[in-house]
């Protein structure tokens, strides 16, 4: 038994009602990253169902298991045990279940799961359409249904006049080919719907055992806002607030990432070599097509953000967040990437914790992105501190400190802004940030109705190290 | 009027039964014809050779033997007892979840034994799995030693035709306590209870063979694909490796090698990342009788899976 410790990865256990009321690192951030809570009902699908057969039956179960956390695919072997507690008459009682994750494997093994995840997107998009249609194989319109009272008109065109092609009752944005295109491309336009002002997504959905010859097609349209009453509307109409879509982060996104993860991939492979013997510099060019993508990728994050952070009435939670505590977990997020180059993250220990009002996932981010740029930019063997303090006027703040080149006056001008990368492109391709991170942590940093700032160099020396303040809202005594 | 109640529950009783009778045959007859067609199939060896329609007999008997085993009856009635392993093993041969999974159990001891003498390869100690008890991590020696005694339990059994019901997957594991439940026996029903809560106490789905062969595939990691070679780890290890790789149930990947199967043994290595080259090694060493298409070689790896994914889903 003893012998077995070192391959179990993570350990935790859910109560009668397959809440996780206890769980190892590992097991309770994936939790987290699944939107669960701990002590919380167990977020994570694929081993919710576990625990539930496990618990229903009360028989022991072995599995593998993966899930996604939101970024990687994660996953291992599962046992997951009845507990068994003695109940009023000395008959066994399921209390709960132990779960045991042996062989925790995380990142891209495998991406096998494309299609699971179309799924999801398309069964989300179906519960969120407001008017749904059925097309033939030739996409001419059969029927369609609506629940929402500017498609109204939409309807009545369709009943005066039937069977038309569906591209022929709306209006397409952008697409100004003969009509029928390809339902592919087709699938995911821009729409706008004759009576609603809003705008609309479109979604063709082949129906039929083959997506190469369909015997028909779901047609959903979405809307990207919901509807308002009149007099919102206009107001809306005014801000400019119904042009606002989100398109990198709700349709480039998830259908690019896929491909770039299999471009990063398959690179790295032929630059290790894997496939066989091959001359230098094609293992050169491999690397630079890996490094190409991995920036792409992450540029694609950050544009998906910053479309978040740029959307008229962005609000950020207002939840109490210890500030040392999301410091720590940033710090041992990026310890691999610190190690890597013999850089040590020091974080304030403190005696009593500080509380911010504001929203964790959001805070964690922001430091992510300080600590992970001072990681960047310090020389090796140096350090990177993390001081937490109380602040005055209603204020606390987390500071940032490298022992890198620091910044300048001038740099300090312009360092927040949109695809700001301050010369640093030129460090052999080290970096492969967009120029959007600090951007972005100062736009959340407002929107939690606190600042970011790069602190004024404080001597004369070569390496002077940059020091960034992100301050935030005291969270008010209860 | 009392006559007349006492005959209408008589004539409801025999028309239950003539209904239930005529159903059964019904039944019987609508399969005749594929089961009969598979049996004299001139294309290659069948699906159904008399092995393996034995080993699936006797292992049905014997799960219904376990369970009848621990329901407190007189061992000396041995009438009685074989009459009432018929009613279950009757109950069990009539689920789909249980027969499926126990023809794969008969086809994987089918094929080891023919692989041993065909191809040489040992059924318990494969040269992988001794590298694997050789570890220098002793969590993966030990899982594979648990491992090797499995497998070697498995061999023997396989070869009494008998199946321990604590070696069954969790999904089979729970249908089969279901049937028991419902098998009509007579038996009182705390002492049915009783028995099933004996079986389940013992179970634990991560200490049988195939939780065990599960585990270790897993704690290869990447290094699972080393397992895809037959003669290099043995059926057992293969066919786990190449479902856990390819997100395959394990009893699809033991059809697979059933050399009529040829076709979707390549789709699969190939979907867990085998070469071309190397897959043809794979089905010579089972003896395939069906070509591949041309062209097999250049279909991706992304291919293979979509298809994989598409065709197992019906």
Redo the contacts between chains.
């Keep these: 038994m003893n012998?077995?410790?070192?391959?179990i990865a993570a350990h935790g256990l859910t109560d009668e009602h397959d809440r996780l009321v206890k769980a190892d690192e590992l097991l309770a951030e994936l939790q987290e990253a699944c939107g669960g809570r701990l002590p919380g009902a167990l977020a994570v699908p694929e081993l919710r169902e576990l625990v539930r057969?496990c618990r229903e039956?009360?028989?022991?179960?072995?599995?593998?298991f993966s899930a996604f956390d939101g970024q990687d695919k994660v996953g291992?072997?599962v046992?997951v045990?009845p507990v068994l507690e003695t109940g009023e008459d000395d008959t066994?009682v399921i209390g709960g279940c132990e779960i045991i994750i042996?062989?925790w494997?995380s990142g891209a093994?495998?991406?096998?799961q494309?299609?699971t995840s179309v799924d999801w997107l398309d069964a989300a998009d179906r519960a969120s359409a407001e008017i749904t249609a059925q097309l033939d194989a030739r996409q001419k319109l059969q029927f369609i249904t609506s629940f929402s009272s500017d498609a109204e008109a939409l309807c009545e065109a369709v009943e005066a006049a039937p069977g038309k092609l569906w591209s022929e009752y709306v209006e397409l944005d952008g697409i100004a080919h003969e009509q029928p295109l390809h339902w592919r491309l087709l699938d995911g336009a821009k729409v706008t719907v004759p009576g609603s002002d809003r705008s609309w997504r479109a979604r063709v959905l082949p129906v039929g055992p083959s997506a190469s010859a369909p015997r028909g097609f779901e047609l959903l349209f979405i809307a990207n806002e919901p509807l308002k009453g009149d007099a919102h509307r206009e107001e809306a109409l005014e801000n400019g607030e119904l042009q606002h879509s989100r398109l990198v982060g709700s349709a480039l996104t998830p259908v690019l990432r896929q491909p770039i993860a299999?471009i990063v991939a398959n690179a790295e492979t032929i630059h290790a070599r894997l496939a066989g013997p091959l001359r230098d510099e094609y293992s050169e060019y491999a690397a630079n097509i890996a490094a190409a993508g991995q920036h792409l990728a992450g540029m694609l994050d950050d544009l998906a953000d910053l479309e978040v952070v740029e959307a008229p009435g962005f609000k950020a939670a207002k939840e109490r967040v210890d500030l040392a505590d999301v410091a720590q977990r940033a710090a041992g997020i990026l310890g691999v990437r610190a190690q890597a180059r013999g850089i040590s993250v020091k974080v304030d220990k403190l005696a009593e914790p500080i509380y911010a009002q504001a929203e964790f996932r959001r805070v964690l981010q922001v430091l992510i992105n300080l600590i992970g740029n001072a990681i960047a930019y310090s020389p090796e063997e140096s350090q990177v501190s993390v001081n937490v303090d109380e602040g005055s006027l209603g204020m606390v703040s987390v500071t940032v400190t490298d022992q890198g080149p620091g910044i300048t006056k001038a740099q300090a001008g312009k360092i927040f802004n949109k695809f700001e990368r301050l010369g640093r492109d030129s460090d052999g391709g080290n970096d492969t940030g967009s120029g959007l991170g600090l951007f972005i942590s100062r736009k959340l940093a407002l929107a939690m109705e606190g600042n970011l700032e790069v602190l004024p160099q404080q001597q004369n020396t070569d390496m002077p190290g940059a020091q960034f303040k992100l301050s935030l809202p005291v969270m008010p005594a209860e | 009027m009392g006559k007349m109640a006492i005959d209408r529950s008589q004539s409801t009783l025999v028309d239950a039964f003539l209904r239930d009778e005529m159903a059964r045959g019904n039944r019987a007859l609508r399969s005749v014809a594929p089961v009969i067609g598979h049996m004299l199939d001139s294309e290659g060896p069948s699906l159904f050779g008399d092995a393996i329609v034995a080993r699936l007999r006797g292992m049905i008997n014997d799960i219904a033997a376990q369970f009848v085993g621990e329901l407190p009856l007189n061992p000396e009635n041995s009438e009685m007892l074989k009459a009432l392993v018929d009613v279950v093993a009757q109950q069990l041969a009539s689920d789909e979840t249980v027969v499926d999974h126990l023809y794969s159990v008969a086809l994987e001891g089918h094929l080891t034994a023919k692989l041993k003498q065909t191809a040489s390869i040992d059924p318990v100690l494969s040269p992988l799995m001794q590298e694997l008890i050789a570890s220098d991590?002793?969590?993966?020696a030990?899982?594979a030693m648990s491992t090797m005694a499995a497998q070697s339990r498995f061999a023997q059994s396989q070869n009494r035709m008998e199946m321990p019901v604590g070696e069954l997957p969790?999904e089979v594991?729970?249908r089969v306590?279901d049937l028991f439940e419902a098998a009509p026996l007579g038996a009182g029903k705390h002492h049915i209870d009783a028995a099933i809560?004996k079986l389940?106490r013992a179970?634990?789905?991560?200490?049988g063979r195939i939780?065990l062969l599960?585990?270790l595939s897993?704690?290869m990691?990447?290094g699972a694909i080393a397992a895809l070679d037959l003669s290099h780890a043995g059926l057992a290890l293969f066919a786990s490796a190449m479902a856990?790789?390819?997100?395959q149930p394990r009893e699809h990947a033991v059809f697979a090698c059933h050399e009529a199967q040829i076709v979707r043994l390549a789709l699969m290595l190939k979907?867990a990342g085998l070469s071309a080259h190397a897959i043809e090694g794979q089905l010579a060493v089972l003896g395939g009788t069906k070509p591949l298409p041309d062209g097999f070689a250049a279909l991706s790896q992304?291919v293979a899976?979509?298809t994989l994914?598409e065709m197992s889903e019906v």
């Design positions: 012998r077995q410790q070192s391959i057969q039956r009360g028989l022991r179960i072995a599995r593998e291992g072997f046992r045990h066994d042996e062989n494997l093994q495998g991406d096998a494309t299609r299999r | 991590k002793p969590e993966i030990e899982i969790f594991f729970s306590l809560a389940k179970y634990d789905e991560g200490a939780g599960a585990r897993s704690s990691h990447g856990s790789l390819t997100g979907a992304s899976q979509d994914r």
